[in-house]
């Protein structure tokens, strides 16, 4: 409980009763919580301001979440876990293209809420903490590679910029080359949760991990789709 009461979150959400409801059940999980009400002012202070996760939800007076998700991303590597009433895959993927997290449906319950952001918390903790550095932490195949202490990639010794999710699932793929992971597989091993119809999740970090290493993302030379299986890191 402790080192959930060094941690504070930020919720965007212009819905006061919803952002009230989120508040009360984190801070009975122990986290400290600031709510903004519009888009402006959770971009400003989520530029301005330490937090070690953002809730945003995606339709808000000001600057919609798209945007605060797009800028907030420039500056920093924190969590981020869009919320929206839209079910629709197309938000979720411009939302995840943008550099959320994670996306939940509305309405969703408290409880799921709250496990979702202990996973990324604990997760992000996990990887950015104190851990001690590694021997043999570094990852090289044909040109590509992954630091696993200094949280780098390089292509041919330029270095591409990963978010932390990103580079958690690259990392996790060529740490296993040659198997074939589905994409429930995948979304439990990154996100520490069973899948709740959030495969575009998956979908949507491949998509972006490819536009960064792959020459030609039609043809990927890393990480291979396997139809109506999965996806593999080839060796």
């Not at 919609?64 to 009433?85: T, Y």
Request: aromatic content about 8%; hydrophobic content about 40%.
């Amino acid at each position: 409980m402790e080192e959930a009461k060094r941690q504070t979150i930020l919720i965007i959400e212009d819905e006061e009763a919803i952002a009230e409801l989120e508040r009360d059940y984190l801070e009975q999980a122990g986290y400290r919580v600031e709510i903004a009400e519009n888009g402006n002012t959770g971009l400003q202070r989520a530029l301005s301001e330490e937090f070690s996760l953002i809730i945003l939800d995606l339709m808000l007076p000001g600057t919609d979440g798209f945007e605060v998700c797009r800028r907030v991303r420039e500056k920093k590597n924190l969590p981020i876990l869009m919320v929206s009433a839209k079910k629709e895959d197309l938000d979720k993927i411009r939302g995840l293209g943008f550099g959320a997290d994670d996306y939940i449906t509305k309405p969703f319950s408290p409880s799921e809420l709250t496990a979702r952001v202990k996973a990324h918390l604990a997760r992000y903790e996990r990887l950015t903490g104190g851990a001690q550095p590694r021997h043999n932490a570094i990852i090289e195949i044909r040109g590509l590679r992954i630091d696993k202490d200094a949280h780098r990639v390089y292509l041919n010794d330029e270095e591409k910029s990963m978010t932390n999710k990103e580079f958690e699932l690259l990392t996790f793929l060529a740490e296993h080359p040659n198997r074939v992971f589905t994409k429930d597989e995948l979304f439990r091993a990154i996100w520490d949760m069973e899948v709740v119809g959030e495969v575009a999740t998956v979908t949507v970090h491949i998509k972006k991990i490819r536009e960064k290493i792959e020459v030609s993302t039609a043809n990927p030379q890393y990480i291979e789709t396997i139809w109506g299986v999965g996806y593999r890191f080839k060796v």
